[in-house]
């Protein structure tokens, strides 16, 4: 048992007890790496992996414990294991640069016969999480509702919490000021502008609504976090936009009215797939005529969609509870059968997405004694370490892309 691990984590504080699946994880893992450009070294001093010295390092600490846990849940056992420290890094090696390698072969990590065996061993969403309204309330609080003041440390000024876009992904350039360009980008695709009656679906901390009202826009904002949603009106009221956005504590499926344009950035993945159809049915009978909708997604192949949509792994069960991440497809599928919404733009933005994730964790690490001083322990750092750089290894490769997508009519 790690001694920083509390019992406010008991899933993490005990390793479980699976000696035959520990065994079959070692089996699995070792060749499996043998293809892959790291290194893995024990406490014996045995070395794993296809890297050489240079190569990103996986160390693990308490070889029997980390086997346990991937044996137990491969898909959940892995991060567990990272947050009780069975494993970490090596000297020098930064975590996301590590994962990056597992990420470009992920699907293929596991033999294509074993692949066969998904179904036996992946866990499903807990009934407790689906998106209901009462359960999307509850899995919004599980993380937006964490702390104002923790993610302030590590966002930038706007409190943006969604890819930033860059002019230019090798040039500096202030987080705040791609921010700036991702907002107006959504609110262009949308084209919002003075006199437009705007609907955002998630608030966040009110950055595009005031942007929006700033370009003469009166905005209805509706959100399902109750801290989120007291700092956006304080932030409004600082703004002098206040008069012109009307935040509601309010499901979407209970907003009424027509409006000129519609936006959202990234919600899409707290909807879950069976509400889905609801949710562009929603925004297709809310819009007005001439319309426009413009929605930042984030997106996985289709293929991939298909293999984890019934699935549940580490993300939804310590992040994203009751999430799920569609494909482009998956969405064109749901627009023509339950809407008369079709696509008309698609801007990508994966690779700005690594670059942001990349730099709230530069954040994170260093004001990381502020976090704590809020009541944070060494288990969650482990954890959003693991998130933040997980995330950015999926998007750096392209197992995972973001893009801003425009809406309308057919």
Not at 46 to 59: K, L, N, Y
Not at 113 to 140: C, M, W, Y
Not at 154 to 183: G, M, N
Request: charged content about 25%; proline content about 5%; overall charge negative.
């Amino acid at each position: 048992m790690s001694e920083t691990i509390g019992a406010s984590w008991p899933g993490i504080a005990r390793s479980p007890k699976t000696p035959f699946k520990a065994r079959m994880a070692r089996l699995i893992l070792r060749p499996a790496v043998e293809r892959i450009d790291v290194r893995l070294t024990f406490p014996a001093g045995t070395v794993w992996g296809a890297g050489g010295p240079d190569s990103p390092e996986m160390r693990i600490v308490r070889p029997a414990a980390f086997f346990s846990r991937l044996g137990a849940d491969t898909k959940i056992g892995f991060g567990e294991a990272y947050m009780a420290g069975d494993w970490t890094t090596g000297e020098g090696t930064d975590l996301a640069d590590l994962l990056r390698p597992f990420a470009a072969r992920l699907t293929t990590i596991v033999p294509p016969s074993l692949q066969k065996l998904r179904g036996f061993v992946d866990e499903k969403l807990p009934h407790a999480e689906r998106n209901t309204l009462e359960g999307s309330r509850s899995n919004i609080e599980r993380h937006y509702d964490l702390s104002n003041e923790m993610f302030a440390e590590f966002l930038d000024e706007s409190l943006t919490y969604s890819s930033a876009w860059f002019a230019d992904l090798e040039a500096d350039e202030p987080l705040v000021r791609a921010q700036e360009r991702k907002i107006d980008g959504i609110l262009d695709q949308a084209r919002v502008g003075e006199g437009t009656r705007v609907l955002e679906i998630g608030s966040g901390w009110g950055t595009l609504a005031i942007r929006a009202a700033q370009r003469g826009a009166t905005v209805t904002t509706v959100t399902i976090s109750q801290e989120q949603a007291a700092l956006a009106q304080e932030r409004f009221v600082a703004a002098g936009v206040a008069d012109r956005i009307d935040i509601r504590l309010q499901d979407y499926r209970e907003v009424t009215g027509e409006y000129d344009a519609i936006v959202s950035v990234e919600m899409i993945e707290a909807v879950g797939e069976e509400y889905w159809p609801t949710y562009f049915s929603t925004i297709d009978s809310l819009l007005a005529p001439g319309g426009a909708v413009s929605i930042q997604a984030i997106l996985m192949a289709d293929h991939r969609y298909k293999a984890t949509r019934n699935s549940y792994g580490w993300i939804q069960k310590y992040i994203f509870p009751g999430g799920l991440i569609p494909s482009p497809e998956a969405i064109d599928r749901t627009l023509a059968g339950h809407t008369s919404l079709t696509v008309t733009e698609t801007r990508p933005l994966g690779l700005h997405y690594a670059r942001t994730l990349r730099e709230w964790r530069e954040n994170f690490d260093t004001r990381w004694d502020a976090i704590r001083a809020q009541g944070f322990d060494e288990t969650f750092r482990r954890m959003w370490d693991f998130y933040l750089a997980y995330c950015e290894a999926g998007f750096g490769v392209g197992y995972l892309d973001v893009a801003q997508l425009r809406m309308e009519r057919r």
